[in-house]
């Protein structure tokens, strides 16, 4: 894991999708999530479109029609198997110079939350801590049992000079993503303090993950495919689980040989070495690829090994999940053929878009935050990352993250400093 003011938006792809329609019915099934509206109805597509738009507004969300050369073989190859590939949206204004969206980009056209969020808190007042790191969140016991404890503050470390800090706020709001805001919560003692209630107890649990692999095509002529956006034509035909479940992006080559190295395989995965892969590696400009996202289930843990005190994430990938990768790979095969490939490989397993560890609902025995965000055990304690997410999003999460803090900010400011 990487560290940088912004986020993991500051190296994402850009990708800027809502969540598919299908997704709420699933989250309430999930967790019992409700609209903040009068009369509490499961959380629907109408609840976030607001903030969707206000996102969308602040970040320039485009169509991003500027393919490579590789994306716009596989397409033809695709239509003429009746599966087209359709533009991506994207957090990228026109000012796009192709640096590579992954290592960051130095002409601010991609629209991050560094560029779009928080470089303009600073300028109307904010504070950052840079090079420090939240080690506490500070909770206060009742002095009462008609009173629940609440959070008044964080405990903070600097990593250039070793100097803790202690800092208070009339809220408290995690937002250290679903992999990190697990241990927070817990090295902080919420279970301890929330008498080991239900929802203390899922603190960690309902991990989920996209899991992704990728299938490569060699074509005759040089595309380059490295130069332009990772991932700029996507399908979602087969995205829902009864349809496959399995989302496609292209073209992907990794951004750079390095990486491209490490994960291609032979299609039966076994990962190249040897003169093999120096032959491969040799003809690297032209290859285009296919990105593969299953919907996988929520069905990971994150903890502390209870005898090391070791960080432990644990995500199986299913045989349901093998037989989606599978019947993907096959597409995806028969798609770069179609486009002219003349041979295929795969690649290792990957994992991003982590999400689920500290889900919101109204169900607290399978969440851990309520529908406005806020702990089921702790005042003022809120929670906003892709951990609250209750199942996996058929798309990239950022965008319904971002519109979920937007929510959140809406609530606060309506609610919160009225009743405080």
């Not at 409700?34 to 206000?54: A, F, H, I, N, T």
Request: net charge negative; with cysteine.
């Amino acid at each position: 894991m990487g560290r940088c003011v912004g986020g993991s938006t500051t190296i994402f792809t850009a990708v800027a999708h809502r969540a598919p329609s299908w997704n709420y019915r699933e989250w309430f099934e999930a967790t019992g999530v409700r609209s903040s509206r009068s009369g509490g109805e499961p959380l629907s597509e109408e609840d976030l479109v607001p903030y969707y738009e206000q996102v969308e507004k602040d970040t320039g969300v485009r169509r991003y029609t500027e393919w490579d050369e590789g994306l716009k073989k596989i397409d033809q190859g695709f239509r003429k198997l009746g599966h087209p590939f359709t533009p991506v949206n994207a957090y990228i204004s026109r000012q796009c110079d192709q640096s590579g969206c992954l290592f960051g980009c130095p002409t601010e056209a991609k629209k991050g939350t560094l560029v779009t969020y928080v470089i303009p808190s600073i300028l109307n007042g904010a504070e950052i801590f840079y090079n420090s790191t939240v080690t506490k969140i500070l909770f206060e016991k009742p002095a009462s049992n008609n009173e629940r404890p609440r959070a008044y503050g964080v405990e903070l470390v600097s990593s250039d000079t070793g100097s803790a800090k202690r800092l208070t706020s009339k809220v408290v709001i995690v937002a250290a993503g679903a992999l990190n805001t697990p241990f927070l919560l817990l090295d902080s003692g919420i279970k301890e303090v929330a008498d080991h209630s239900k929802s203390s107890e899922q603190v960690g649990r309902n991990f989920g993950v996209n899991t992704a692999a990728m299938v490569f095509g060699k074509f005759d002529e040089v595309l380059n495919d490295w130069i332009l956006h990772p991932l700029s034509g996507h399908m979602d035909e087969f995205a829902r689980k009864e349809k496959g479940g399995f989302l496609l992006e292209a073209s992907e080559v990794m951004e750079g040989p390095l990486s491209f190295s490490e994960l291609i395989t032979d299609e039966e995965g076994i990962p190249l070495w040897g003169a093999m892969q120096k032959s491969v590696m040799k003809d690297y400009g032209k290859f285009a690829g296919i990105f593969i996202n299953i919907h996988d289930a929520n069905n990971g843990r994150i903890f502390r090994d209870p005898e090391t005190g070791q960080e432990k994430f644990h995500k199986p990938v299913t045989g349901e999940d093998k037989a989606k990768f599978r019947a993907a790979r096959a597409l995806c095969r028969e798609g770069l053929y179609a486009a002219g490939a003349r041979e295929t490989f795969g690649s290792l397993y990957v994992s991003h878009h982590v999400q689920g560890s500290c889900r919101m609902g109204e169900d607290t025995s399978k969440s851990v935050v309520n529908s406005s965000c806020e702990s089921h055990d702790i005042d003022n304690l809120y929670i906003v990352d892709g951990s609250i997410i209750p199942s996996v999003v058929d798309a990239n999460p950022s965008l319904t993250i971002m519109a979920f803090s937007k929510r959140l900010g809406a609530h606060l400011l309506s609610n919160l400093f009225i009743k405080n």
